[in-house]
């Protein structure tokens, strides 16, 4: 496992998801939960709020258990406004993911929103 210290931090949001994806497949949950602010919201895609980083790392400990493994989709360019910018990435199964990234004060980017399923998968569709 990487220490914090090692770990690259997202220079543009549009790194964020594939930082958290390589981090997963990895098993670095500290370092995917080292993506978000400290009081991010993430929706877990079954219901369920996790806020701040100790709920997030929940979150991301049962999809580890479970041997739960993110897949990469087509993700669509970041809109940036100042220091706020909407990621989104179209996954396989046509579901779509929405999230609010932060630059801080670094100059590097946190998700500060992150929502694993914005729109249900089209019928039919696995």
């Known amino acids: 496992m990487k220490s914090k210290s090692s770990r690259k ?4 949001p549009q790194e964020l998801e594939r930082l ?4 997963q497949w990895a098993g670095d949950i500290e370092g995917m939960v080292a993506l978000y602010e400290p009081t991010a919201v993430l929706d877990d895609g079954e219901g369920q709020l996790a806020i701040g ?3 997030i790392r929940a979150v991301f400990a049962k ?3 479970r041997g739960v493994k993110f897949s990469r ?5 970041a809109i940036v406004s100042r220091d706020l910018a909407l990621t989104s990435t179209c996954l396989s199964d ?3 993911t929405a999230e609010v990234a932060r630059r801080q004060t670094d ?6 929103i992150d929502r694993f399923t914005m729109t249900e998968a089209p019928s039919g569709h696995t």
């Open 9 to 12: 931090a997202a220079s543009n």
């Open 63 to 65: 999809y580890h258990d």
């Open 20 to 23: 958290l994806i390589d981090r």
């Open 53 to 55: 980083k100790e709920q």
């Open 107 to 112: 100059g590097t980017w946190l998700w500060a």
């Open 94 to 96: 046509g579901s779509v």
């Open 73 to 77: 989709g087509q993700q669509s360019a």
